[in-house]
């Protein structure tokens, strides 16, 4: 289907990111990875590799601790409250604790469908935008189901991702380099894209505006007021 993308493809690159540590090499794997991404889901995907569902000015986030990530850890692999109580341990990391339980989960329970990355950004929209009496549990029901659905490895960056620590080492001003030299043609336009991000302070905007319109869709972007 056309805007379509594996989530499974998404996490590959989060591997190859998470183990390296220069700037240079990081840039280089964002622009293979916004490279492969349909122009569609572009912001979707940039959004994630931030952690994050919006831009930080829409001021709604996914606000799931630990111990709730927990819960649908249980729920979705069938383990005990002191199984992946000893894995979050022994771990530190919510993530792996979550990876290492679904990894065990009976194969009659594995995954039917791969998930693309529009399931889980849809999912994770869901949980952010639950409020009110009653969210909390409606979030740990909404995160089990997309725990369920997912590969072990798939867990680790949703996981992450809710609990606001997916620890890429990512920031806004990587994704303008990888930007500029992907749709841009090179640093020489990197102020071009600096600009619409500081006029829209929408990370994603600004790669999908690249991806469909090129240059000249920034040149467009000006300041609005009211």
């Known amino acids: 289907m056309e805007g379509e993308m594996l989530f499974s493809e998404l996490v590959e690159f989060y591997e190859k990111i998470e183990a390296i540590s220069g700037r240079i090499e990081m840039t280089n794997l964002l622009v293979e990875l916004l490279r492969k991404t349909p122009p569609e889901i572009i912001d979707k995907v940039v959004y994630l590799t931030l952690g994050e569902v919006y831009p930080p000015f829409v001021g709604l986030e996914l606000g799931v601790a630990d111990r709730l990530a927990l819960r649908a850890v249980k729920l979705a692999s069938g383990a005990s409250e002191k199984e992946v109580d000893q894995a979050y341990k022994q771990l530190g990391d919510v993530g792996l604790a979550g990876e290492r339980m679904l990894a065990k989960r ?35 029901q909404i995160l089990s189901g997309l725990l369920a659905s997912a590969q072990p490895r798939e867990a680790k960056y949703i996981l992450r991702i809710v609990t606001g620590k997916m620890r890429l080492g990512v920031a806004d001003m990587t994704i303008l380099d990888a930007l500029s030299i992907l749709y841009g043609g090179g640093k020489e336009t990197r102020e071009l894209f600096e600009r619409a991000y500081n006029i829209t302070s929408d990370i994603g905007f600004v790669a999908k505006t690249a991806a469909l319109e090129g240059v000249e869709g920034l040149k467009k972007i000006r300041i609005t007021v009211g």
């Open 106 to 140: 009976s194969q009659a329970t594995l995954f039917v469908q791969e998930l693309t990355v529009e399931d889980v950004y849809s999912a994770l929209e869901r949980i952010a935008r639950e409020t009110g009496e009653g969210s909390m549990e409606t979030k740990v």
